[in-house]
């Protein structure tokens, strides 16, 4: 699994950094989302599929 961010979609919600705060954070200039392990451990893909459902810009998604 691979965490892709696309920061120019994103709008600073912070969605994916309350789903899961191990996986993202926000950039303190403009919010933006920060990937903090674009290659989680098994036991967080599933967060992180979660978060990539609720990013309300989407700008997160997931490959496989």
């Known amino acids: 699994m691979k965490i892709v961010a696309d ?3 994103c709008v600073g919600a912070g ?3 309350l789903t899961e705060p191990r996986l993202f954070d926000q950039s303190p200039e403009d919010g933006t ?3 903090l392990d674009d290659d989680p451990p098994p036991e967080l893909h599933g967060a992180a599929r979660d978060a ?3 990013c ?3 700008a997160l998604s ?3």
């Open 56 to 58: 309300p810009s989407q």
């Open 62 to 64: 997931i490959a496989e």
């Open 7 to 9: 920061t120019t979609r």
């Open 15 to 17: 969605q994916c950094v």
């Open 33 to 35: 989302v920060l990937v």
């Open 52 to 54: 990539a459902l609720v």
